[in-house]
């Protein structure tokens, strides 16, 4: 073992963990920078603009406030769940980064069943929700939390029925192979990817996935209006920015996966010497996932809320039979052809 | 490499321990949650035997008790709510007017 | 190495499974539970049964216990009472007597041949318990299909205030 500890694949192992955690984390911390100026913009005002030029900074300020606020843990809640749930909220939404391919080599392991850990890790991260909200014990918290994890179990439904159409198509649940999957180009211009052959499946992960990350239009149960704000009433400070970035965390990872499996991930055009073809799958991947990034934020700053009997309706009388029989037609034509 | 016993010897353990969860507690949620735990430690079983022949039908086993498991926690929960709402209070010894 | 994390993961199951029966406020039975199922998972992965392992979670872990814990928060149950009980001396003979079968097991369990794990050509993967769930046990599967929708319509038929 300690041969092991010692060998050039475990440091090249650890190099990948800090490059891809360390990118991860200060991406999250400038979402909510992108996030409030996008929000703004829509709203016709400049946003955050006085800590830095364009406000950049902002993000180190809220960190900054976030640590030296109050810690306020109420009396008669039961502390042992309360302090223990955004942890249980944070760990899972950061566990999925491991399995995501930035680039050929740029994934910390590639799991033979990498999608439907995934998926076990955002099912774990359910309970982060019920358990703070329960904790809590007050009637808005419980209240919302029952809504949102209810909501997020529903949509985990539709969202893991549709992407078995493109489990189906690519033969394999390894993400890295997926990817690989649609490396190559039809007529040597369109590219192999999997929108085209499967465009239904995507428009039904696109709004299961903005269901399941708890976002406006279906973010009932956090918002202002309606429940004071949800299951994270009761927290302050590095608690509630541990749930805020488990949020944001849970959104990069539904954006990726988006591009993993239907827009070829780190796939594009190659050109260039060599140290820029290095680099240029990761620009590429990230650029994707930044435009689906760029979407959610836009459909916050855009779209009502939909009322939450509204929301389940949909989640299990529309979505999930239009996955259902996505997945019957996608096997009839794999079968045949 | 692991011997199988130990496997066999764990899922006892496990088994052990939910049977007696099963007859000790008095909440009927924590019954079931000790139901749960035998057909954990059986799955197990199931699993190590798989492994140990090199046949793949233990595991489709497994599947068949994830089932059953998932079903019959439904429908003992749902169960569990309709007492609740009868007689607030979830101790199964208050649960005996059948008996004469 | 897999003896390590054989040992690790079989006391937190065993320690997190003991817990259950331990606690007195049965939210906490229950997210001991939670601990257990994924100790028990990653024991599958240890077998080489990855595919079970992941369902494990996703099914077992992450909507089994989901339905448990919000029972337990729509409920609100107070700690349990540890009232008269005719029966309290029953974990007085009873954990004696389950030890003493304890023994009996482990003397026969000990020396049973083999070990698991080594196989080389058995692993779980999809497309293995694919080909064998869809072909071999064909009917088993369809059944189960059968259960699911009885076990639906039960629960909603239970769960409602009035029918």
Redesign the interface.
């Known amino acids: ?1 300690i041969e092991y500890l010692t060998s050039s694949e475990f440091v090249v192992l650890m190099i990948k963990i800090l490059v891809i955690f360390g990118g991860v984390m200060g991406a999250l911390a400038y979402l909510s920078w992108l996030e409030r100026k996008m929000m703004a913009r829509v709203q016709m005002r400049p946003g955050p603009t006085r800590v830095g030029p364009f406000g950049l900074l902002q993000p180190i300020a809220d960190g900054l406030k976030f640590l030296f606020k109050e810690d306020v843990i109420p009396t008669h809640s039961n502390k042992f ?1 309360f302090i223990a749930a955004p942890v249980v909220s944070l760990v899972p939404a950061l566990l999925s980064f491991s399995v995501i391919p930035f680039g050929p080599s740029l994934q910390i392991t590639d ?3 990498g999608l ?2 995934i ?3 955002t ?2 991260g ?2 982060g929700i ?2 703070g ?2 904790a809590s014990n007050s009637k808005y918290p ?1 209240m919302g ?2 809504r949102s ?2 909501q997020m ?1 529903s949509y ?1 439904l539709s969202l893991t029925l549709s992407v078995v159409g493109v489990l189906m198509i690519a033969n394999t ?1 390894s993400l890295g192979e997926l990817v690989a999957a649609q490396q190559n180009t039809w007529l040597g211009i369109i590219p192999r990817w999997n929108i085209f052959l499967q465009p239904v499946a995507f428009v039904v992960y696109l709004i299961s996935a903005v269901a399941e990350t708890n976002r406006l239009p279906f973010d009932l149960a956090e918002s202002e209006q309606e429940l004071v704000a949800g299951w994270h009433t009761e927290y302050s400070s590095m608690k509630f920015a541990m749930f805020m970035l488990a949020e944001y965390a849970n959104i990069v990872t539904v954006s990726a996966l988006a591009t993993i499996m239907f827009f070829g991930g780190w796939t594009g055009p190659m050109f260039g010497p060599e140290l820029l073809r290095m680099a240029l799958p990761t620009v590429w991947f990230l650029l994707k996932v930044s435009i689906f990034i760029f979407f959610y934020v836009l459909m916050r700053a855009t779209v009502p809320r939909i009322r939450y009997d509204q929301l389940m309706r949909f989640g299990w009388k529309v979505l999930l039979p239009i996955s259902l029989a996505n997945i019957v037609v996608t096997s009839f034509i794999v079968a045949i052809s | 490499m692991i011997p199988i016993g130990w496997y066999l010897i764990l899922s006892a353990i496990l088994f052990l321990i939910g049977v007696l969860g099963f007859l000790i507690k008095r909440n009927i949620i924590a019954l079931l949650l000790s139901v749960e735990i035998m057909l954990n430690a059986v799955n197990l079983t199931f699993v190590a035997f798989s492994s140990k022949h090199g046949r793949i039908s233990g595991q489709i086993f497994v599947f068949f008790v994830l089932v059953v498991a998932a079903a019959e926690a439904a429908v003992g929960l749902a169960l569990v709510i309709a007492m609740f709402r009868n007689r607030e209070s979830l101790n199964v010894d208050r649960s005996n007017l059948l008996k004469w | 190495m897999i003896q390590i994390l054989f040992f690790f993961f079989a006391a937190l199951a065993v320690g997190a499974a003991i817990n259950v029966l331990v606690q007195k406020h049965v939210m906490y039975s229950a997210l001991s539970l939670i601990l257990m199922l994924t100790a028990v998972s990653v024991l599958f992965i240890l077998l080489k049964a990855d595919f079970l392992a992941v369902i494990q979670v996703i099914v077992y872990a992450g909507a089994i216990m989901v339905l448990f814990v919000f029972v337990i928060m729509l409920l609100n149950l107070p700690e349990d009472e540890d009232g008269a009980d005719r029966l309290r001396w029953l974990k007085f003979v009873g954990i004696p007597l389950g030890l003493f079968f304890l023994v009996l097991v482990v003397t026969t369990l000990w020396n049973v041949e083999g070990s698991a794990g080594t196989q080389q050509q058995i692993v779980g993967s999809p497309a293995a318990i694919g080909q064998s769930l869809f072909t071999d046990f064909l009917l088993p599967f369809e059944v189960t299909s059968l259960l699911i929708l009885i076990a639906l319509m039960g629960a909603v038929v239970f769960a409602k205030k009035d029918l």
């Open positions: 073992m769940l799991l033979s069943v439907l850990f998926f076990a890790i099912s774990l359910v309970y019920a358990l909200g329960w419980l939390a029952i994890s209810a179990i985990e649940l």
